[in-house]
């Protein structure tokens, strides 16, 4: 299905315009009609991370006149590895502002929006109402529900995607031509079940085949070339360098654009994704130490005043990367088959952890739940121990 364009041409391109995009203008379907569409094109790209480097860059160097950012974070060391619109210079600088740079280093006609805030439901329609078309380049399922609930109650077309180790996919949402996210995704899955990139890992390059994907996505349906990929999910399989296509349709009983949608206005979105499951909430509540005390206990420990095990359940992999001094790697998935209560000391207190507190507190579930009452997890994981204990290690 061919959609009309979504961006009236900007009156002319100056000269200097017709010199950089020169070869778009000779290729028939674009020509100076469609550039001048993206002229006058506002895009946003949630994100200025993995999926909206290489968006970014694209659309700036395509000739998008205005690019808007969301984007909160600041440049990490571990971004690089992927995210290649900042450089080794940014490190430490705010992500919006580092893309910024590099945007206009492309393409000095670019006109740059950030908005370096977190979206949120106070925020989220004054920024999109700015814009013909999102780019969603988020890493979390509470944030994307948001997204596609507020395109689709501000009748906004977006471009999807998502990435996961070699996995890749993309898909466009717009409820009033097909589906939406909702459609292909009624409920988030449960909390825990879909490691995210910080947990799982991405190959970095992975990124730009996903992300031109949504660019290309973009440039079509801005200038109603081609066959935008409304109601098709496209998944990228890396090892097999692999699209594949599957259907999606609009669901009638969707929940937002159904027949009889139940949800007519923002939701609370982060207790709908919840971060952790109900019981390891409960597990949770009063079980919880920081890595402040857990320093505190493993000094007393080596004083011979205080006994308990320190049970890592992170992945072997993760292990290799930093640890806590003491500290027994079991991983999670034998708390869950059971192989792991077996080998538990019954005389001493247990500590969990793990990266940043989300599967110690499903293990502490499991093992309160197994009778070990004194059980406790350490919040904020590996990750608060490296921050906050131990900076020399390094974090991921
Ligand atoms: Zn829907």
Redesign the pocket.
């Known amino acids: 299905m061919s959609l009309p364009p979504l961006v009236e041409p900007a009156d002319e391109l100056t000269i200097d315009e017709v010199r950089r995009y020169s070869r778009h203008l000779i290729i028939p379907e674009v020509g100076m009609a469609g550039q001048k569409r993206l002229k006058n094109s506002k895009v946003l790209v949630i994100g200025a991370g993995g999926l909206g480097s290489p968006a970014l860059l694209y659309l700036a160097a395509a000739g998008v006149g205005t690019l808007g950012i969301v984007e909160f974070d600041t440049v990490d060391e571990s971004n690089l590895q992927r995210q290649i619109i900042h450089g080794q210079s940014d490190v430490g600088k705010s992500k919006a502002q580092s893309a910024k740079e590099s945007i206009l280093e492309t393409n000095p006609n670019t006109n740059v929006v950030l908005h370096e805030t977190r979206l949120d439901n106070d925020n989220v329609f004054e920024i999109f109402e700015q814009y013909d078309l999102i780019v969603d380049g988020t890493d979390n399922f509470a944030t994307r529900y948001l997204v596609n609930d507020a395109a689709?109650l501000l009748g906004k077309p977006y471009v999807w995607g998502s990435i996961f180790r070699f996995d890749g996919q993309v898909s466009v949402f717009w409820?009033e031509h097909g589906?939406?996210?909702?459609?292909l995704y009624p409920e988030p899955p449960p909390p825990g079940m879909v490691p995210s990139c910080a947990e799982g890992g991405v190959l970095g390059v992975l990124c730009a085949s996903v992300g031109a994907a949504q660019v290309t996505e973009a440039i079509k349906l801005l200038t109603g070339i081609g066959d935008p990929s409304l109601g098709r999910l496209n998944i990228y399989e890396a090892l097999d360098l692999n699209w594949r296509t599957l259907k999606v349709r609009?669901?009638p009983n969707?929940?937002?654009?159904?027949e009889n949608p139940t949800v007519t206005e923002l939701i609370d979105y982060e207790s709908f994704c919840g971060a952790l499951t109900e019981e390891a909430a409960d597990a949770a509540v009063g079980s919880t130490i920081s890595v402040k005390q857990l320093s505190e206990w493993i000094k007393l420990k080596d004083n011979g005043e205080k006994d308990f095990v320190l049970i890592d359940v992170r992945e072997p992999n993760e292990y290799e990367i930093n640890k806590i001094p003491g500290s027994v790697l079991i991983p999670k998935a034998d708390f869950q088959t059971g192989v792991a209560l077996e080998k538990l000391p019954q005389d001493k207190q247990l500590v969990f952890h793990c990266k940043s507190g989300v599967r110690s507190a499903e293990v502490l579930a499991i093992a309160k739940g197994a009778g070990f009452s004194d059980a406790v997890h350490v919040g904020g994981g590996v990750v608060a121990w490296v921050d906050q204990i131990d900076p020399s290690q390094p974090s991921y």
């Open positions: 689709v409820a589906p939406c996210y909702r459609c609009k669901d969707c929940a937002i654009c159904g």
